[in-house]
């Protein structure tokens, strides 16, 4: 790896507008909103999916939405990875997870996929889980409700009132991942809920 080799930061998600503000799509969400923070535009990039690019104090970082189902992110992911020449060490993915109430998270590198599915896709896809992964809390499902349910049902509008200060503060710790390394911005993001 060299000191120029791009981030990759993958927001994991379904494509489609319906699946827009659905649990599973918390990755999305937030890579829109860093994207949004710059001004750059997602455009679509062969089997990778849309891709947006930005710049953080000389670094490229490249945004990127697969356009396959969640389940299958593993083979977009490695393509990017190819195409843009990004090591494992910077590849991030941000996911959904249940571990974590609504408006709280966490940074971490490597790991189980803890039965998220696309997380488990990239890991099996690329042989190693050595990445960072950014775990956007979504809360349990209710009792009585399947998970498979709970993940595709939309925010609720008391989450979708709070969301714009849940993706800033991820915003945020993603910029600080990249110019100051995952120890700084794991602190900027182990975020409570509001």
């Known amino acids: ?13 379904n494509p489609g507008p ?26 679509r990039r062969g089997i990778g999916g849309t891709v947006a690019e930005i710049e953080l104090d000389g670094r490229r970082v490249l945004l990127a939405k697969p356009q396959w189902f969640i389940n299958l992110s593993g083979r977009p992911v490695s393509g990017l990875m190819r195409r843009y020449g990004v090591p494992v060490e910077h590849l991030v993915i941000v996911q959904d997870d249940l571990d974590f109430a609504y408006g709280s998270g966490k940074l971490k590198r490597g790991g189980g996929p ?14 190693t889980r050595d990445f960072i992964r950014l775990r956007f809390g979504i809360g349990r499902p209710p009792k009585g409700q399947s998970v498979g349910d709970y993940v595709l049902k939309k925010f609720t509008d008391e989450e979708l009132a709070a969301m714009p ?7 945020n710790a993603l910029e600080t991942l990249v110019r100051l390394g995952l120890n700084r911005a794991q602190d900027a993001l182990n975020i409570s809920a509001p």
């Open 165 to 171: 200060g849940v993706l800033e503060r991820c915003a």
């Open 114 to 127: 803890g039965g998220h599915n696309g997380v488990r896709s990239v890991g099996d896809v690329l042989g």
């Open 18 to 43: 319906w699946f827009r503000t659905t649990r599973h799509n918390a990755g999305f969400l937030t890579v829109d909103r860093l994207a949004e923070r710059h001004g750059a535009r997602f455009r």
């Open 1 to 13: 790896m060299t000191p120029q080799a791009p981030w990759l930061i993958v927001g994991l998600g």
